[in-house]
């Protein structure tokens, strides 16, 4: 059997600064981005256990609700509003803006060191140490790799946190950004314990049925001008089947998933005024510099930013003008 291969797309000198921040830390809060998916949880909840396991304080800062499809998570509970007003050391992950971390900025400010563990490209944060890798496929992989070569306790439900973020943020394995040592992190955490069969399940074979019928509805609003496909979502139509607006990120992977279809995206109502956008692309484009031309940022085939203005139709045809130059550039 081929031997497993050292996994270092982190430095000796991020690992070493990264082990002096948290042994000298008696306090450590952790945030991911307001939103999260399973990545931000994953390594969040993932990244706090081992601490804990390894003696430290730790609190995973709650920031806005999780969507339902995650609430399977083992550790869960521990994604909850803060325990202490500041920290000794604040950890943010699966982000690299500031403003991504929403109300818990607050004590982030208030913290004595912040650093930053994240695989998205173009962020332009500064703290006391950057451990940012754009070519790994999720912030789990990292956490992962932090966790094993500082030999920091892992057990079985870790295990299964950085598992579901790599199954999530890779597609399933599918995505352009993996890499051999992918494979090799998951093998690696199947072998620790990592509960792969109740993540799918979870995942993949648990859609209720208002939520085939919401996807429904949005397919037959999709606005089809190849290679790009388009549809909005509102608050209203959510409400109306009893959804969440998370739920409506299904309906753009499988546009982009579809023949002639090389970018797809979601328009989706948020606040007044607010509307977020997710973009998705085959190999026709790199959407995260269209997300960083416009305040936004992500990978280059998963990547969204807001637009503000006062109706969806205005925020459908802002978003087509930004696709159509994108397109012909």
């Known amino acids: 059997?081929?031997?497993?291969?050292?996994?270092?797309?982190?430095?000796?000198?991020?690992?070493?600064?990264?082990?002096?921040?948290?042994?000298?830390?008696?306090?450590?809060?952790?945030?991911?981005?307001?939103?999260?998916?399973?990545?931000?949880?994953?390594?969040?909840?993932?990244?706090?256990?081992?601490?804990?396991?390894?003696g430290k304080k730790s609190d995973v800062i709650k920031i806005s609700e999780v969507d339902d499809y995650l609430n399977f998570l083992p550790q869960i509970d521990f994604y909850k509003n803060p325990s202490l007003e500041e920290y000794d050391l604040f950890i943010i992950v699966d982000c690299s803006?500031?403003?991504?971390?929403?109300?818990?900025?607050?004590?982030?400010?208030?913290?004595?060191?912040?650093?930053?563990?994240?695989?998205?490209?173009?962020?332009s944060i500064k703290t006391d140490l950057n451990i940012i890798h754009s070519d790994s496929p999720a912030s789990c992989e990292l956490v992962y790799e932090i966790i094993k070569r500082l030999k920091l306790p892992i057990d079985k439900e870790i295990a299964t946190l950085l598992y579901a973020g790599l199954v999530t943020d890779t597609g399933r394995f599918l995505y352009s950004n993996i890499s051999e040592l992918t494979f090799y992190t998951a093998a690696d955490l199947y072998k620790i314990g990592a509960d792969f069969e109740m993540i799918y399940k979870n995942l993949y074979q648990n859609k209720e049925i208002s939520k085939l019928q919401f996807e429904n509805h949005?397919?037959?609003?999709?606005?089809?001008?190849?290679?790009?496909?388009?549809?909005?979502v509102s608050k209203k139509t959510c409400k109306d089947f009893g959804v969440q607006m998370g739920d409506s990120e299904s309906v753009v992977n499988m546009l982009r998933d579809l023949k002639g279809i090389e970018v797809a995206c979601l328009v989706k109502e948020y606040g007044e005024n607010e509307f977020k956008i997710s973009l998705r692309s085959k190999d026709y484009l790199d959407v995260s510099k269209i997300a960083r031309d416009n305040g936004g940022g992500g990978h280059v085939r998963a990547s969204g930013f807001t637009i503000n203005t006062d109706s969806m139709d205005k925020a459908l045809n802002i978003m087509k003008k930004i696709l159509e130059e994108a397109i012909n550039d």
Do not use: W
């Open 97 to 123: 803006e500031f403003d991504r971390i929403d109300k818990a900025i607050e004590i982030c400010k208030k913290s004595k060191k912040v650093l930053v563990i994240d695989h998205h490209e173009g962020g």
């Open 218 to 232: 949005l397919l037959n609003k999709v606005e089809f001008k190849k290679p790009y496909a388009l549809v909005g």
């Open 1 to 54: 059997m081929k031997k497993m291969p050292k996994i270092e797309k982190i430095s000796q000198k991020e690992l070493e600064n990264f082990k002096k921040f948290i042994d000298e830390a008696d306090t450590i809060a952790i945030s991911a981005h307001i939103n999260p998916d399973g990545d931000a949880l994953g390594s969040a909840l993932g990244l706090r256990k081992s601490l804990e396991l390894y």
